[in-house]
């Protein structure tokens, strides 16, 4: 038979649609019988080395799988060639459902033949360009970063990282990378057949893959072209296990393992860099770091806790006899696409017992400011006192001292001499630190007032007394204001020291102090020998049963003012006398004003 009548027919026959787009349609059968018979070597055959690039690199076979691109038989609907020079967009029908896909070929520059360049299963995909070479850059990215997250290689998984987030990583040692990146990823890096759930934009895509209990999510960005893990999260139903962001979580692990190995090695130079200013000026600066030991953390992410909480990081290890939390900081960022940066901003302690729950600001500052406040003490320094004590021990001792009140005020069991730390308590916001100061023990009592930590009381050891010296001092405070009063003859005073009914009954009806049967500032003047509080009351005993005197307070107005004064001059009871009744008597017989301050001697 002629070939001419053949030829004569296939020349006609491109004016239509029988053996039209032949070129085209040859090399699209040829790429999709290569791909169901999943034959890898002639699919890059058929393929542009851009399209083998992003998505027939390594082993692309399950990724594609993954995607369903439609097989069967195909029909070319019409060809459209591309503003590009050497490529078409060709659409075609696939299959008996005749589903409408997008090939887009490109001439090969070596053979001359036309080659897949890329594949659009919809015109949705066409129009935001996610084309199956971009779905396979993605998906085989997300391969490659699970296998080398999962290797021991510090420089796969840098390479596999942004430049933001490799940041955070290289800090970390080589042991807690490792141990890092191989718990995050190492169930769904050794599942055979990874199937991500993908999200992909222009310029970054979210992926999720399942866990056992729980989900990874792994954030990518594209880098030059190519797609880098810019952060992960975990969201698991087990307790503790949840990471909200692994870009924080490994910069706050590498700060609070610099912050560990310097602390124990005393290196305050670290300190300085790895803390917040005021955790290290307040608390660290001045202190024997010896005297407390921080556990290093362990290298398997499942033998400590990590949390991350807004703004902070809280790092807690389990010891046999305490558990240590580490508490981080974020710091500001100069520019968005900065590495996360974290400080060292607490270290609480807490006993197993349920006892003590230290924290180390509260335990250096404490001792700072302890021996601030002994010093000031030894020393009658009124101006340092209130400023290194809490606003209710201001308030109830010494603002309402003067600098000469402060220096006749007795201090009982308080020695000078720099005071040696025995013991430190913690009791929430309250430390006591027991000291051995001259001949007995005495504990300072620390406060955490709105984050100052201050002076707030000080025992000692006492019998005919309170334990307290702040309330030692609060009582005494108004004696010896009544007693300098009485000195003076300053009424005034006097009134501003006694209660509401000792005022009524004698001081807001004089202007001069009157005489009495006894000298009652010798009496007065006897040694401190006992101070008994009870509630709103209190009993401040002078000299002893032969000789001295019994101060009456009653709280008024939220302070001690004395209610009346039994004057003793003998054991007798015919040698005692109220002040208040021989006031009261010494009125009745005469106008005050012809009165004069004149005492009889017992």
Not at 195 to 221: C, M, Q, Y
């Amino acid at each position: 038979m002629s070939r001419f009548p053949t030829a004569l027919v296939c020349g006609f026959a491109l004016l239509f649609s029988g053996c039209s787009h032949m070129v085209e349609s040859r090399a699209i059968q040829a790429f999709t019988a290569s791909l169901e018979e999943k034959d890898l070597d002639r699919l890059r055959e058929q393929s542009s080395p851009a399209f083998e690039e992003k998505a027939l690199r390594n082993d692309p076979l399950e990724a594609l799988q993954q995607l369903r691109i439609p097989q069967g038989k195909t029909k070319v609907v019409k060809v459209d060639d591309d503003e590009e020079e050497g490529v078409k967009r060709v659409i075609v029908e696939v299959g008996e459902s005749k589903r409408k896909i997008v090939y887009r070929l490109a001439r090969d520059e070596q053979t001359g033949n036309w080659v897949v360049d890329d594949i659009f299963l919809n015109r949705k995909e066409l129009a935001a360009n996610k084309s199956i070479s971009e779905q396979m850059n993605l998906l085989l990215s997300v391969r490659e970063f699970l296998d080398s997250w999962n290797s021991e290689s510090r420089d796969r998984v840098l390479a596999t990282s942004t430049p933001e987030l490799g940041q955070s990583l290289e800090q970390l040692t080589p042991e807690h990378l490792s141990s890092l990146t191989r718990w995050l990823v190492g169930e769904a890096a050794e599942q055979e057949n990874v199937r991500p759930a993908v999200h992909l934009g222009e310029d970054t895509a979210e992926v999720r893959l399942a866990k056992l209990k729980g989900e990874l999510l792994i954030a990518f960005r594209r880098v030059d072209g190519q797609w880098k893990a810019d952060d992960l999260a975990v969201e698991s139903r087990k307790n503790g296990e949840s990471v909200a962001s692994v870009k924080h979580l490994s910069s706050a692990l590498a700060t609070a393992l610099s912050f560990q190995k310097a602390f124990t090695d005393s290196d305050k130079d670290t300190l300085k860099d790895v803390c917040s200013q005021r955790f290290f000026d307040l608390s660290l600066s001045a202190a024997d770091l010896s005297v407390v030991t921080i556990p290093p953390l362990p290298v398997t992410p499942k033998e400590f806790e990590a949390k991350l909480e807004g703004n902070a990081a809280h790092f807690v290890i389990h010891t046999e006899k305490d558990v240590v939390q580490i508490t981080l900081a974020e710091q500001p960022k100069d520019a968005p696409k900065d590495a996360p940066e974290y400080r060292v901003d607490e270290v609480t302690i807490y006993e197993t017992d349920g006892t003590q729950d230290k924290r180390l600001s509260a335990l250096f500052t404490s001792q700072a400011i302890m021996q601030i406040f002994a010093d000031a003490l030894t020393k009658r320094n009124l101006e340092g006192l209130r400023l290194s004590s809490t606003h209710d021990f201001n308030q109830r001792v010494w603002e309402r001292l003067t600098p000469d009140t402060l220096a006749t005020l007795p201090m009982p069991g308080i020695y000078a001499g720099k005071p040696k730390v025995l013991t430190t308590v913690f009791k929430g916001p309250i430390t006591e630190i027991t000291v051995e100061q001259g001949e007995g023990p005495v504990t300072y009592v620390v406060r955490d007032q709105s984050g100052r930590v201050l002076i707030d009381d000080i025992l000692t050891p006492a019998y005919q007394r309170p334990e307290s010296l702040k309330i030692s001092f609060e009582v005494m405070i108004p004696v010896l204001n009544f007693v300098a009063a009485l000195d003076e003859s300053n009424v005034e005073n006097l009134r501003a020291n006694s209660s509401h009914d000792f005022c009524r009954i004698i001081w807001n009806h004089i202007e001069t102090i009157p005489e009495i049967q006894l000298d009652i500032e010798r009496l007065l003047s006897q040694p401190l020998s006992k101070i008994q509080v009870v509630h709103d009351r209190a009993i401040v005993q002078m000299g002893d049963d032969r000789l001295g005197a019994k101060l009456q307070l009653v709280k008024e107005r939220n302070h001690y003012t004395v209610d009346d004064v039994l004057m003793i001059s003998g054991p007798e009871t015919e040698q005692r006398m109220a002040y208040k009744r021989a006031l009261r008597i010494r009125l009745r017989e005469g106008p005050p004003a012809t009165m004069e301050h004149h005492y009889a001697s017992p």
